[in-house]
């Protein structure tokens, strides 16, 4: 069965860089829009980045473009969140998902219902 592990993250300062993974089991991970969400306390669930190779998208928030880049390793079934330039805002719980329908991952967003999801990464960032 699909499976999603992240890993990763942890408590840096402001400015500091982390770079969370996502090991991934039971699908190719090509073949799925794949990405990652995140959720703060108390606010709505954020798309942050998506992946989709069938329609050659790359997305990410606004929130978080040019500090972060979204990877994946096909052959090591691994999908990675290099996140620089942290700051405050950017405290949650990092969640990666997977979808076997690539068009939940579009141009200008991904889509919340993705099938799948991991348990989550807390990311704290806090001088």
């Known amino acids: 069965q699909v499976q999603l592990v992240e890993s990763g993250g942890g408590l840096v300062r402001p400015g500091d860089s982390l770079k969370l993974s996502c090991a991934a089991s039971g699908f190719t991970l090509e073949y799925y829009a794949i990405g990652w969400f995140r959720q703060a306390p108390g606010k709505e669930r954020e798309g942050v980045a998506c992946?989709?190779?069938?329609?050659?998208?790359?997305y990410y928030a606004d929130s978080v473009k040019g500090r972060f880049t979204i990877s994946a390793d096909n052959a090591e079934k691994t999908l990675y969140l290099q996140m620089n330039s942290l700051r405050p805002e950017d405290t949650a719980v990092y969640y990666c998902?997977?979808?076997?329908?690539?068009?939940?991952?579009?141009?200008?967003?991904?889509?919340?219902?993705?099938?799948?999801w991991g348990k989550g990464t807390q990311v704290t960032v806090s001088s």
């Open positions: 998902v997977a979808d076997p329908d690539e068009t939940m991952c579009e141009e200008n967003g991904v889509k919340s219902n993705m099938d799948y």
């Open positions: 992946i989709s190779d069938y329609f050659g998208i790359t």
